[in-house]
């Protein structure tokens, strides 16, 4: 399994959107910070994200990251329950029913220090994958890596 030491740090994403009700693609682009806490890591992520022919906008999120001996829970920033996963291990991390809606995420960590996260996401508002790939950043070829991993 891969540890919160490891994943501690700054890490450069790109995430493709593929909307499948309104066929407008997605993507954005953007630093992710993975700060140790108790028991875990806080994620902070900030980018732009630009939907369709829609001008950029600013984008953020943030999660906590707390590990077990099952691996990672992670939870909202206000503190409700997302899903889990094990770090290191390519796979299905947990569902999560957001109302009507269905999130499922594979994790994939075969090219490991680069790491990816796909979710599926459908209900009867929303039918979309979006792919997020993650390349620790301030490397000379994280940008490329990035846009590379994702096909683009």
């Keep these: 399994m ?52 829609a001008a950029p ?7 906590r990251w707390q590990f077990d001996a099952d691996g990672v829970a992670v939870f909202f920033s206000d503190g409700r329950a997302f899903h889990r996963f094990q770090p ?8 999560h029913l957001c109302g009507a809606d269905l999130y499922r995420v594979r ?6 220090p680069a790491w990816q996260a796909t979710w599926q996401v459908t209900g009867p508002a929303k039918d979309y994958v979006m792919t997020s790939r993650h390349v620790r950043a301030g490397r000379a070829d994280a940008a490329l890596a990035v846009i590379g991993g994702l096909g683009q």
Excluded: N
Aim: aromatic residues 10%; negative net charge; proline residues 4%.
């Design 88 to 95: 290191g291990v390519s796979g299905p991390g947990t569902d």
């Design 57 to 63: 906008l600013q984008a953020r999120r943030g999660y």
């Design 2 to 53: 891969i540890t919160a030491q490891a994943l501690a740090g700054e890490w450069t994403v790109a995430r493709l959107i593929a909307d499948q009700r309104t066929g407008q693609p997605g993507r954005f682009d953007g630093i992710a910070r993975l700060t140790p806490v108790a028991g875990g890591l806080d994620y902070a992520e900030a980018g732009q994200l630009t939907l369709g022919t």
């Design 107 to 112: 994790y994939d960590w075969g090219d490991w």
